[in-house]
């Protein structure tokens, strides 16, 4: 039977961290890692997250099932960062925990199968797993361009052309904010067009929200996600709290259906459960619990607002040092979120990497938590001596 496989690609990232590892020049620079570092090159443990951990330690007196649904007071919980105090769809809301934003997207391409003749709309580049995961859940995956890397702008006429020419029914998905891999968000007034579209053509926005916090804010990174819910009929959100909980390996987010009717809630909900049972039976506690934890704390709460924001104004103050140190690199800092792509080739990467010490995707994807304000000079000079930048030298 085994014999009848093909191997398949190994994750050239996990490549990178290896030899990033086993470089010993002392002014190598990590900027290909997925996830945030401090200013140690630490991927901490949060402070509220110790808090909430040591809380469950003392007082958990059980481990048994909780279901598939998972921890429904965590999916409550959330509920009010995401959508806002009262929206007037909570109604027509229902949630369920999943293991990571990952395992809500997978719940909800599945739940999309209800449409036999729905297809996924899906504006490239785009977050890499994105098409693997919509595509083994047999829909068909629609792709237009997004952004022109060259001009790092979005290519706003070929968005507007994909959803005009969907039909009814189709699934846009959507990068909540801090999009991955190019840092690129729509402008607030590009989101309301967009919304105009959605409910013209009576399209179903699916929304991934894996990084709210690390952009400008909580409240602001949220804020086209809740636009949208406010008047279309009908939408799906999968949520991480990996990035903004500090909580990855822990594996926890959420799905949110929001129906047309509040009477198609009962179904929806019993879809999910039944779809969660057969893919992971029931999702993992230990993050889900923690995020609960903190949520249900003012102190813990207030702890980990803190520490989101200075893991926001680490990232964007990266931005601002990279921008400051060439012109070339302006755009950096009116980009959002753990990411930019600096397109470039990939002799040109490797280039980066061997000779300087700079490590990145490939793609030219780079880690803005992955480096120090005083590294931008550095990165600037070997970007130069690579052919990647025009300008001459800021003094
Ligand atoms: C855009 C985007 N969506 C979803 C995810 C999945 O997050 P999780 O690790 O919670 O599964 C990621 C993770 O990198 C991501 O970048």
Redesign the pocket.
């Known amino acids: 039977m085994f014999d009848k496989l093909n191997s398949r690609p190994a994750d050239s990232l996990l490549a990178l961290i290896k030899a990033f590892q086993a470089d010993d020049r002392p002014g190598k620079i990590d900027l290909g890692v ?1 996830v945030y570092r401090d200013t140690m090159g630490r991927t901490p443990v949060m402070r509220a997250v110790k808090a909430a951990e040591q809380f469950l330690l003392e007082t958990q007196d059980s481990k048994k099932y909780l279901g598939p649904e998972g921890d429904l007071q965590f999916v409550r919980l959330l509920q009010p960062i995401i959508f806002g105090k009262s929206p007037k769809f909570t109604q027509r809301l229902v949630g369920i925990q999943t ?5 809500a ?1 997978r719940l909800g391409a599945e739940l999309i199968q209800a449409d036999p003749s729905a297809k996924v709309l899906l504006g490239t580049p ?2 890499p ?2 098409a693997p995961i919509f595509s083994s859940a047999r829909l068909p995956v629609k792709e237009y361009a997004f952004v022109d890397l060259m001009s790092q702008q979005v290519k706003f006429e070929s968005v507007v052309d994909a959803l005009s020419s969907a039909r009814e029914g189709d699934v846009v998905l959507l ?1 909540g904010c801090c ?2 891999p190019t840092g690129i968000d729509f402008t607030m007034e590009q989101w309301r067009r967009i919304t105009e579209l959605l409910v013209t053509h009576r399209l179903v926005p699916f929304i ?1 929200l ?2 709210q916090g690390l952009g400008d804010g909580l409240e602001q990174d949220a804020a086209p996600t809740r636009m949208i819910l406010d008047v279309v009929d009908e939408a799906l959100i ?1 949520y ?4 903004n909980f500090g909580l ?1 390996r822990e ?3 959420a799905l949110y259906v929001m129906t047309r009717n509040v009477d198609d809630i009962g179904k929806v909900e019993s879809n999910m459960a039944a779809l969660a049972r057969v893919n992971w039976s029931m999702p993992p506690d230990h993050g889900a619990a923690i995020v609960r934890t903190i949520l249900e704390s003012e102190e813990m709460s207030a702890m980990w607002r803190a520490e989101l924001e200075e893991m926001c104004l680490r990232v964007n103050g990266n931005r601002a040092a990279l921008a400051a140190a060439s012109p070339d690199l302006a755009f950096i800092s009116r980009q959002r979120g753990l990411f930019s792509n600096l397109s470039m080739s990939r002799e040109t990467a490797v280039a980066l990497r061997m000779s300087h010490g700079i490590y990145m995707a490939d793609s030219g994807r780079v880690n803005l938590a992955g480096m120090q304000p005083a590294d931008a000079d550095a990165i600037v000079a070997a970007l130069r001596a690579e052919g990647c930048l025009k300008s001459p030298t800021v003094a």
């Open positions: 997925g293991p990571g934003g990952s395992g997207l785009s977050w797993n994105h990068h999009h991955n991934d894996a990084y999968a991480s709290c990996d990035k990855y594996r926890v987010g």
